[in-house]
């Protein structure tokens, strides 16, 4: 497992544990993550996993492909230089501790 933390649109500070290889959006949905929805179930496309990225290890995180930069470019509320989409992030090792603020707008 590896453990990363999801800050909910509350404030609130989540711990998830995310099972290695699958993407961290399973387990902040499964988690029960506040505005984590994942209308599309992982297909990059609703952008209803979007996340900031807070804090992540040096070199933990590979860039965006191309069909979630323009999901985040296009879909997503409030995109930033450090949106992501959850569902493309795939829980490694070199990911423990990352940190993750949930982006508002959608329920
Ligand atoms: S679950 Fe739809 S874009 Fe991530």
Redesign the pocket.
């Known amino acids: 497992m590896v453990k990363v933390f999801f800050v909910e649109a509350s404030g609130k500070r989540r711990e998830v544990d995310a099972a290695e290889g699958d ?1 961290l ?1 399973y387990a902040a949905r499964d988690a029960g993550v506040a505005g984590i ?14 996340c900031y990225v807070v804090e992540a290890p040096e070199g933990s995180l590979p860039e965006p492909r191309m069909d ?1 930069a323009d ?1 985040i470019e296009f ?1 997503a509320h409030e995109p930033r230089e450090n949106s992501r ?4 992030i795939i829980a490694t090792p070199a990911l423990e501790g990352a940190v993750f603020q949930v982006a508002t707008g959608r329920d």
């Open positions: 993407p959006m929805i994942a209308e599309c179930g992982g297909s990059a496309m609703c952008a209803t996993c979007h979630e999901t879909n989409l959850t569902c493309q």
